[in-house]
C-alpha cells in the first residue's frame, strides 16, 4: 500500500498566499513524477504543476509566475508554494504521484484532496 497525505490548504484572501505540503508513505521503492491537480465545482480536474524526480517541472499557464512545485525526495514530500492567489484558484487540490513500490507494482496514487478557497 501506498498513500499520499496532504495538509496546508484553507481560506485566504485574493493576493494571500498558501503552501500545500503532500507525504507519501508505505511500499514506497522510488517515486518518479509527482504533481499537483485541482478541481473546481462543476469543472473537471485539471493539472496544476508537475514535476520529475530530477526536478523538471510543468505548470499549467494559468498559474505560471504565481505557483512555484518543489519536492524532497529523501523526504518523499512535494511541495505547492501558491502566490498572489485568485478567487479563480478556489478548488479542491489533489496530489498525484507515480510509485515504484517494493513489491515491483508500478502505480498511480492519488491524496485525498485539501480545500483551496481564495476571498476576493
Known amino acids: 500500500q501506498v498513500q499520499l497525505v496532504e495538509s496546508g490548504g484553507g481560506l485566504v484572501q485574493a493576493g494571500g498566499s498558501l503552501r500545500l505540503f503532500c507525504a507519501a508513505s508505505?511500499?514506497?521503492?522510488?517515486?518518479?513524477?509527482m504533481g499537483w491537480y485541482r478541481q473546481a465545482p462543476g469543472k473537471q480536474r485539471e493539472l496544476v504543476a508537475s514535476?520529475?524526480?530530477?526536478?523538471?517541472?510543468n505548470y499549467a499557464d494559468s498559474v505560471k509566475g504565481r505557483f512555484t512545485i518543489s519536492r524532497d525526495n529523501a523526504k518523499n514530500t512535494v511541495y505547492l508554494q501558491m502566490n498572489n492567489l485568485k478567487p479563480e484558484d478556489t478548488a479542491v487540490y489533489y496530489c498525484n504521484a507515480y510509485v515504484d513500490t517494493t513489491w515491483l507494482k508500478y502505480l498511480e496514487v492519488w491524496g485525498q484532496g485539501t480545500l483551496v478557497t481564495v476571498s476576493s
Open positions: 514535476i520529475t524526480s530530477g526536478g523538471s517541472t
Open positions: 508505505g511500499s514506497i521503492f522510488s517515486i518518479n513524477a
